[in-house]
């Protein structure tokens, strides 16, 4: 007996109409089954109050908020669920990533990617606004030309 209610699945579906179609109830079941397969929670970033809902406890790691985009991406990409809270009690302002304590060794290989990206960015390329003061000092250092007597025209 029991084997056969595990087996089987009931389902209530109420439908207010005047005449019930074929139509009618094929609309109704395909709106329960669009229903019933979206996920029960979000993943990804969230809200901390949808992430505490999820049931699971939860654990914090502070960052600095320079490259937060960075870390988006790549909490994403690793399937992480967590919310963002920025903490401005220090002068540049810290971000709090809140995540489920379930996620701790996705996280830890998030971090470690994380890490490395941002080691690379610093390393490798120098930031535009540096370029730029080098340009600045370049075009003060290099000789203006001499005018000439031809009209327009620049002698070297």
């Not at 939860?58 to 960052?63: C, F, G, N, R, V």
């Amino acid at each position: 007996m029991q084997h056969e209610q595990v087996n089987e699945r009931t389902v209530a579906l109420s439908i207010k109409g005047v005449k019930l179609t074929g139509r009618m109830l094929a609309k109704a079941m395909q709106a329960f089954m669009k229903k019933a397969r979206e996920p029960t929670h979000k993943h990804g970033k969230q809200s901390l109050r949808s992430l505490t809902k999820h049931g699971a406890s939860l654990a914090d790691i502070e960052i600095s908020g320079d490259n937060i985009g960075t870390f988006k991406r790549t909490a994403r990409k690793h399937n992480i669920d967590f919310a963002l809270k920025r903490d401005n009690s220090s002068d540049p302002p810290k971000w709090l990533v809140f995540f489920k304590a379930k996620d701790d060794k996705a996280l830890q290989s998030a971090f470690n990617e994380y890490s490395k990206i941002t080691l690379k960015h610093k390393t490798k390329k120098p930031s535009m606004l540096t370029k730029l003061r080098n340009f600045r000092e370049l075009a003060k250092n290099a000789l203006t030309p001499a005018k000439s007597r031809r009209r327009g025209g620049h002698e070297l």
